[in-house]
């Protein structure tokens, strides 16, 4: 059974900073490309920043030069540390898995306040 489950999401300021992270079990993590979408109320889902097996990242211009995404093989964890975050941050972020299939966590909320 594959398992995707985020942690680290809750409330912050405007220009403070959050730890998201992914704990994947069931699959062997890395071959998995990893990633982590968001959704904000009344929008689509959009890719916020991946990691591939070889390390290589890719960034949303929205949050490139303020979040980075890593990913621990050993441990089979994916990790998002955002920072100065900004009100229009605010979302349910979801950690993605991606091989032959694509899986999905259940999200956590984030939400940054004026």
């Known amino acids: 059974q594959v398992q995707l489950v985020e942690s680290g999401g809750g409330l912050v300021q405007a220009g403070g900073s959050l730890r998201l992270s992914c704990a994947a079990s069931?699959?062997?993590?890395?071959?998995?490309?990893m990633g982590w979408y968001r959704q904000a109320p009344g929008k689509q889902r959009e890719l916020v920043a991946n990691?591939?097996?070889?390390?290589?990242?890719n960034y949303a211009d929205s949050v490139k030069g303020r979040f980075t995404i890593s990913r621990d093989n050993a441990k089979k964890m994916v990790y998002l540390q955002m920072n100065s975050l900004k009100p229009e941050d605010t979302a349910v972020y979801y950690c993605?898995?991606?091989?032959?299939?694509?899986?999905w966590g259940r999200g956590t909320q984030v939400t940054v306040s004026s």
């Open positions: 993605q898995s991606r091989s032959f299939d694509t899986y």
């Open positions: 069931g699959i062997v993590f890395s071959l998995h490309q």
């Open positions: 990691i591939a097996r070889s390390g290589s990242t």
